[in-house]
């Protein structure tokens, strides 16, 4: 039985490991950023754009598709001018948007074909004039696909 040595607490963990410390801070900054764009924007917006980097007096945007690229380019001017009045987004100069569709990953959803049993004869037939011992048992494991009834 191995003994592990006891968990360190989230604090501890942040105060020793400073590369850890910048990321958490970096990403406790954009969580902010995230929450003042949203106050400004149409409740319909919110979902689709999200902060991505505030830099140099430019501000990165990213949505979801064209369409709501399109919403904000029209809104830009007016997003501006409100986030300019914030403390965070002194010297913001420009709001730049860009698309960036959500990373859904769609299964394979592959089609299981049928043989009939003519078919799956057919290449039993085929299978018995074949030399090759791989291609005549491919052709014998297609023909066992086939559809019983």
């Known amino acids: 039985m191995s003994l592990r040595p006891p968990a360190k607490t989230p604090k501890a963990l ?8 910048a990321l958490f801070s970096a990403a406790q ?5 995230q929450a003042l764009v949203e106050a400004q924007l149409e409740p319909a917006a919110r ?8 830099h140099k007096g430019c501000l990165l945007l990213l949505t979801s598709n064209g369409h709501w690229a399109t919403r904000l380019h ?18 913001l100069q420009k709001i730049q948007v860009k698309v960036r569709p959500p990373n859904t990953q769609v299964a394979y959803q592959g089609s299981k074909v049928t043989l009939s049993e003519s078919a799956a004869e057919s ?6 004039g074949i ?4 291609l005549r048992a491919a052709l014998e494991r297609l023909a066992r696909n086939a559809k019983h009834d």
């Open 14 to 21: 942040l105060q020793d490991n400073k590369s850890l410390h």
């Open 29 to 33: 900054r954009l969580s902010k950023l």
């Open 47 to 54: 979902e689709h754009c999200k902060v991505a980097s505030w």
């Open 74 to 91: 029209y809104q830009q001017r007016r997003l501006q001018r409100l986030l300019q009045v914030l403390p965070e987004f002194t010297g």
């Open 123 to 128: 290449l039993n037939c085929a299978a018995e």
């Open 131 to 134: 030399e090759d011992s791989k």
